[in-house]
């Protein structure tokens, strides 16, 4: 079957860095996507990753490593307002887009 | 502004009684996607339209019914609501592209 796991929770410090993984097995890969989620609102896009490497984006970065099936996103410089759930989806070969459960991200001051 | 719109925002429903969820975007986007999201769950795939006119079965369809008579609509029904049917309900819509959904805000409906 195809299956998405990332940690069900994870606390930071306000100003740390954290890094949130993902790994992965699909029925084939057309892109693994990272969307962030605030309490009571909607997903929304954060990242994109099809080709193995870092992806850099302001204060987020993603990472992509297709022959371990294994994702991660780091945040820098956490500020509070980062506290949310993170949900890693990886597109198979039928372009359906798998998703993980999702990382509640708690931020301490 | 642009963007893509749910309603109704909450509802209780009786079980047993009919509910169509709306959903609208003005995006033009061809692909329409109806999920429910459910707490420790990732978001599950009920139906889905790659274009108006067209739409697919997805993870979790039973007790489910959609229709695309247009670009811009995609309604979601439950024909007869069951409590298991209390969720989060999110519609989304894609481009062309990388595939990068957009969100509606959600309807929270319970059943009892």
């Known amino acids: 079957g195809q299956n998405i796991d990332q940690p069900t929770e994870m606390t930071a410090t306000e100003g740390a860095i954290v890094q949130i993984n993902c790994t992965y097995q699909?029925?084939?890969?057309?892109?693994l996507f990272w969307y962030q989620q605030h309490a009571g609102e909607a997903p929304t896009f954060l990242s994109y990753?099809?080709l193995d490497g870092l992806e850099e984006k302001g204060r987020f970065s993603s990472f992509l490593s297709r022959s371990k099936g294994y994702s991660y996103l780091l945040l820098k410089e956490l500020q509070m307002k980062d506290s949310a759930s993170y949900l890693c989806?990886?597109?198979?070969?039928?372009?359906?887009?798998?998703w993980g459960a999702g990382t509640k991200l708690i931020i301490k001051p | 502004i642009a963007g893509i719109t749910q309603a109704p925002t909450s509802q209780i429903l009786a079980a047993g009684r009919r509910m169509t969820l709306r959903c609208t975007q003005d995006?033009?986007?061809?692909?329409m996607y109806w999920y429910r999201q459910d707490l420790g769950l990732g978001l599950r795939l009920i139906h889905y339209?790659?274009?108006?006119?067209?739409?697919g079965k997805g993870e979790v369809p039973d007790g489910y019914s959609v229709s695309r008579a247009n670009t811009d609509d995609f309604p979601l029904t439950l024909a007869s609501a069951v409590p298991s049917q209390t969720s989060v309900y999110f519609c989304?819509?894609?481009?062309?592209?990388?595939?990068?959904?957009?969100f509606g805000e959600g309807s929270r409906l319970t059943v009892l």
């Open positions: 989304a819509s894609s481009g062309s592209g990388t595939g990068e959904l957009f």
């Open positions: 995006m033009r986007h061809n692909a």
């Open positions: 339209s790659n274009t108006a006119g067209t739409t």
């Open positions: 699909t029925s084939g890969f057309n892109g």
């Open positions: 990753n099809v």
């Open positions: 989806a990886v597109m198979d070969s039928n372009y359906q887009l798998i």
